[in-house]
């Protein structure tokens, strides 16, 4: 569905809940900020049943063009080291014209990480980030986690060190030899699908879009997310990683030194 109207209808519902709930202890929901281009609510509204508070930014669709979702995108340092890059040009390209924006409207920020521990480090320049983990106590994906999704402030997680292993898991499986090639087209997939399944899962518990808009594929929350992703990606799909040609020359030289080393001892 168009996400022209979503921006005013979910400030309306906003309104509607801010009002019936201000007068009630432990179970409301305040607008914290608002403008054209966003509102950031804080929800209680559950508190008084054991759910825990959370604060929240819903964007508006029409100014969530590339150079937006760049602004959301963060690498750790570990990811960096991989044989594999993602083109986060790209892909904010793709979010912003080949997806549905309003799925993607309380997401903050996306994340792509190794799920190390010690890769936490260098996440530690985003306040948001840091927050979460020190505060909130959030992990990075591990345990063969390929994506993870931070409820309180909808932070998506995209672990590329797993994607990668499972791409190659995937490509082995088939009992065939694959090329370079192949293994990139399967991390395209493995990695746009991933952060598409996490967006989902934010839309998914954004109480201000309507069942209209959501178009729900599934009662089930990861079937639904699943088939969300891969029916994007199979509409449109997209080549967003290359190699880390950084990566690539330091570990050229020492294979280069090696047999250099070797023609040397054969010659002798």
């Known amino acids: 569905m168009d996400s022209a109207g979503y921006f005013t209808e979910a400030c309306e519902m906003i309104q509607e809940d801010v009002e019936r709930t201000k007068d009630i202890v432990d179970s409301y ?59 986060l040009d790209v892909l904010a390209d793709y979010m912003a014209n080949h997806t549905d924006t309003v799925m ?19 996440l530690f320049k985003d306040s948001l980030l840091s927050d979460s983990i020190f505060e909130a106590g959030h992990d990075l994906p591990s345990d063969g986690l390929v994506g993870l999704r931070w409820w309180e402030n909808d932070v998506v997680l995209v672990n590329l060190k797993k994607i990668i292993e499972t791409s190659q898991d995937v490509l082995k499986a088939d009992g065939n030899r694959f090329t370079e090639d192949d293994l990139m087209e399967e991390l395209d997939r493995g990695v746009v699908v991933t952060l598409l399944h996490e967006v989902r899962h934010c839309a998914q518990e954004n109480p201000y879009l309507s069942e209209e808009r959501f178009s729900r594929l599934s009662f089930d929350f990861e079937i639904d997310a699943e088939e969300y992703a891969r029916d994007c990606y199979d509409r449109s799909p997209v080549s967003v990683i290359s190699k880390n040609r950084k990566k690539q020359r330091l570990i050229s030289r020492p294979l280069q030194q090696e047999r250099n080393g070797m023609t040397e001892r054969e010659e002798m």
Do not use: W
């Open 29 to 87: 929901v305040s607008i914290v900020e608002q403008d054209a281009k966003s509102v950031t609510v804080y929800d209680c509204i559950d508190c008084n049943e054991g759910v825990p508070d959370r604060s929240y930014v819903i964007h508006n669709p029409a100014f969530m063009d590339a150079s937006y979702f760049r602004s959301l995108m963060r690498v750790s340092d570990d990811v960096k080291e991989l044989p594999y890059r993602v083109d």
């Open 104 to 122: 993607s409207s309380t997401v903050q920020r996306i994340v792509f990480c190794t799920g190390d521990e010690e890769d936490e480090d260098s």
